[in-house]
């Protein structure tokens, strides 16, 4: 038996080469162009979906061999990649943080994730990649925003008759910005026996908590009287109701 070798002109080689690679270059720009983008705004606390299908069809010689997510956070300020999907596994890299679940399906091309509790800290980009051989690194990428809602309330200190000033009640703006600013409304007649301090504080997420303590003395004079908190916000007051409460020990 005779074998014949043979061998291409190295310019010939160059240019199958070159070739080559501008196809995978061109799969992969395809692929990536056929994966939509997106962003996302939830509550604080609160369960939010990051969806990741691919929606291309993929040739003969294609295979999705893995499924990895990314995230870039107020948390993670440095890329992590946190999530790992195959044929035959989805799990949690680089750390526990088990309020992501997969609900996805691998054989379908789609790396869902559900993500549970949602804190500020999670606010950032997600990127879900496809590792397709030969084709190449099609890419979804997602902006996700917690949002803290603004919540206003008022709350008794609980304060047992006496006659030492003590707080009396506590008005709490949060998740303002800029800081809302926060006032009491009394009857002329309990005007010179109360008086308020404010304090702000600046939290992660860039809002800003206002807490509004109501100082008195706790006797029975002030016992059953009726104060207005009012939160003042770009132009706009909301008017809390609070009726004074004192406690015998």
């Given amino acids: 038996m005779i074998f014949a070798s043979f061998s291409l002109p190295y310019g010939v080689l160059m240019s199958h080469t070159l070739f080559l690679l501008v196809f995978a270059l061109v799969c992969s720009r395809d692929a990536r162009a056929q994966v939509a983008d997106g962003s996302i705004t939830v509550d604080e606390g609160g369960t939010t979906i990051l969806p990741c299908k691919l929606t291309q069809k993929l040739s003969e010689n294609d295979n999705v061999e893995q499924i990895s997510w990314q995230r870039k956070t107020k948390g993670k300020p440095k890329l992590d990649n946190f999530f790992t999907i195959t044929k035959d596994d989805a799990r949690l890299v680089n750390g526990p943080d088990r309020r992501f679940k997969f609900i996805g399906a691998f054989a379908e091309h789609n790396g869902t994730l559900k993500l549970s509790n949602a804190s500020v800290l999670d606010t950032g980009i997600y ?4 590792s397709i051989f030969p084709s190449g690194y099609p890419t979804i990428k997602i902006e996700l925003t917690v949002r803290v809602p603004q919540r206003r309330s008022v709350e008794s200190t609980q304060p047992t008759l006496g006659n030492k000033e003590v707080p009396l009640a506590t008005c709490t703006a949060s998740g303002f910005k800029p800081p809302a600013s926060i006032s009491w409304q009394t009857d002329d007649g309990l005007k010179d026996k109360v008086r308020w301090t404010n304090s702000s504080t600046l939290q992660i997420s860039d809002t800003t908590t206002t807490v509004s303590t109501l100082f008195g003395k706790p006797t029975k004079e002030i016992n059953r009287n ?24």
Avoid: H, M, P
């Fill in 226 to 249: 009726k104060v207005q908190c009012v939160i003042s916000f770009e132009g706009q007051n909301k008017t809390l109701d609070f009726e004074i409460q004192i406690y015998c020990e």
């Fill in 127 to 130: 990127s879900c990649v496809f």
